[in-house]
């Protein structure tokens, strides 16, 4: 059975080939969508190729509603999209596919049932389909070269959906294995560390430029933001060629 989530339809208008009907479910799913209604597909369903292209997506596939008709696949709905690269002169609303996700996601938690049709292969929707729309998605291409197949339309719009609805990180600021960042102190012991040593070394010369010098280092610590073990290892490193300077 479909999840329990509350989402959009995904209205497959007049599909031509099946493997695109798998790719358009494999995107889906990639994104937690899992609805999908197919009006009129002209290969017939099911559809072999569609189950071998879906990777793994074959539920939703098995899951899917079949229409002879979009009017029957509108038929509950109380609001649709309709994706098409040309606006076409209709006197309704065009949305990118982030402001329509973002205006789906709002109607979908108030309660409505909400739909987008993506058109088949070769030409798109055609008017008549796109009357039956309360709004449209275009995305923004190369004007130069505009065409999108089906799996990669319903790609985007199943991305967007899942940035407004999903928990996505945009910026991850996990220290990742190595562990703890490092404290204020250990960075201060850390330039205490390099100052020392490299005065011993006769790096910050002539005197006059000494203290620029030194505060370019702790500004280079202060920019490499540090974990524990980052600092551990460059301690080390100083340690380790004075030893090594020692020996020589």
Same mark, same amino acid.
């Given at each position: 059975?479909?999840?329990?989530?509350?989402?959009?339809?995904?209205? =497959?208008? /007049?599909?031509?080939?099946?493997?695109?009907?798998?790719?358009?479910?494999?995107?889906?799913?990639?994104?937690?969508?899992?609805?999908?209604?197919?009006?009129?597909?002209?290969?017939?369903?099911?559809?072999?190729?569609?189950?071998?292209?879906?990777?793994?997506?074959?539920?939703?596939?098995? @899951?899917?509603?079949?229409?002879?008709? =979009?009017?029957?696949?509108?038929?509950?709905?109380?609001?649709?999209?309709?994706?098409?690269?040309?606006?076409?002169?209709?006197?309704?609303?065009?949305?990118?596919?982030?402001?329509?996700?973002?205006?789906?996601? $709002?109607?979908?938690?108030?309660?409505?049932?909400?739909?987008?049709?993506?058109?088949?292969?070769?030409?798109?929707? @055609?008017? @008549?389909?796109?009357?039956?729309?309360?709004?449209?998605?275009?995305?923004?291409?190369?004007?130069?070269?505009?065409? =999108?197949? =089906?799996?990669?339309?319903?790609?985007?719009?199943?991305?967007?959906?899942?940035?407004?609805?999903?928990?996505?990180?945009?910026?991850?600021?996990?220290?990742?294995?190595?562990?703890?960042?490092?404290?204020?102190? $250990?960075?201060?012991?850390?330039? $205490?560390?390099? &100052? &020392?040593?490299?005065? @011993?070394?006769?790096?910050?010369?002539? $005197?006059?430029?000494? &203290?620029?010098?030194?505060?370019?280092? /702790?500004?280079?610590?202060?920019?490499?933001?540090?974990?524990?073990?980052?600092?551990?290892?460059?301690?080390?490193?100083?340690?380790?060629?004075?030893?090594?300077?020692?020996?020589?």
């Amino acid at each position: 059975m479909p999840s329990d989530k509350a989402q959009p339809e995904i209205v =497959l208008v /007049r599909p031509q080939m099946g493997e695109n009907i798998g790719a358009a479910a494999r995107a889906m799913w990639n994104f937690g969508l899992d609805r999908m209604r197919i009006v009129d597909p002209r290969d017939g369903w099911p559809n072999s190729r569609a189950v071998a292209m879906s990777s793994g997506a074959g539920r939703l596939l098995d @899951e899917a509603q079949l229409y002879s008709d =979009l009017p029957g696949a509108l038929a509950d709905r109380t609001y649709v999209f309709a994706t098409t690269a040309r606006t076409r002169e209709m006197t309704k609303p065009v949305f990118s596919p982030e402001r329509a996700m973002q205006l789906a996601a $709002e109607k979908v938690a108030a309660g409505e049932k909400v739909a987008v049709l993506f058109g088949p292969e070769r030409a798109g929707l @055609e008017n @008549e389909d796109i009357a039956r729309a309360n709004a449209i998605i275009t995305v923004p291409v190369n004007p130069e070269y505009a065409s =999108l197949n =089906l799996g990669q339309c319903v790609l985007l719009v199943a991305y967007e959906w899942m940035r407004q609805t999903g928990d996505v990180m945009h910026v991850s600021d996990d220290p990742g294995p190595k562990g703890d960042w490092a404290t204020g102190l $250990e960075i201060e012991k850390l330039a $205490e560390h390099y &100052e &020392e040593r490299l005065t @011993e070394a006769g790096f910050f010369f002539p $005197e006059t430029k000494a &203290e620029g010098m030194k505060q370019n280092l /702790r500004n280079l610590w202060s920019r490499m933001r540090m974990t524990r073990a980052d600092v551990q290892m460059l301690h080390g490193i100083m340690r380790q060629m004075v030893r090594w300077k020692d020996r020589g």
